[in-house]
């Protein structure tokens, strides 16, 4: 019977260090190894008349990357990547109507030129245009609101084509 419970837990300590040793490198981080650990955010350009707007998606967007904890958000000196924005195009349009062909519903399109930069050489990591839109209820909600929902849906879209590597 002493030999069955050894020849069992030898067996049950092999299993368990099997299944550790595959494990070694394995990480819970959805980009798997990064090729780069640390980016700056530069000032968006606008080449739109909505004055404010691009300085308020650079906060939220340093903010999100802070949030997320992917990367150090460092100065550009001494960053391993740079990302680059342009709102390049900004736009107000009726979204949905109501049986008086009153507008209920306005969209907020904002056209954006995005780039992460490789200090080192000014190559491009990425590069990708991004057009988020923010839809706001005139009810309850503003334009700001409209603007808010759209600079969301961009942050995560910068965010997921920085961080994930599929």
Request: charged share 25%.
């Amino acid at each position: 019977m002493f030999k069955t419970v050894v020849k069992s837990l030898l067996l049950i300590t092999l299993l368990i260090l099997t299944g550790l040793a595959g494990c070694g490198v394995y990480t819970f981080n959805p980009r798997g190894k990064a090729s780069f650990e640390s980016i700056s955010v530069q000032r968006f350009d606008n080449q739109t008349v909505e004055y404010g707007l691009s300085d308020r998606i650079t906060d939220e967007i340093i903010d999100a990357f802070i949030a997320d904890g992917t990367f150090k958000i460092l100065p550009e000196s001494a960053a391993e990547a740079i990302l680059v924005g342009t709102l390049t195009r900004y736009d107000r349009k009726p979204n949905t109507y109501d049986q008086n062909d009153q507008v209920t519903q306005y969209r907020v399109e904002m056209d954006f030129l995005i780039t992460m930069k490789n200090p080192a050489d000014g190559s491009d990591i990425w590069s990708e245009r991004m057009n988020p839109i923010g839809v706001y209820d005139l009810n309850d909600e503003t334009e700001e609101d409209g603007q808010q929902k759209a600079i969301v849906l961009l942050i995560e879209n910068i965010i997921n084509k920085s961080t994930k590597s599929w």
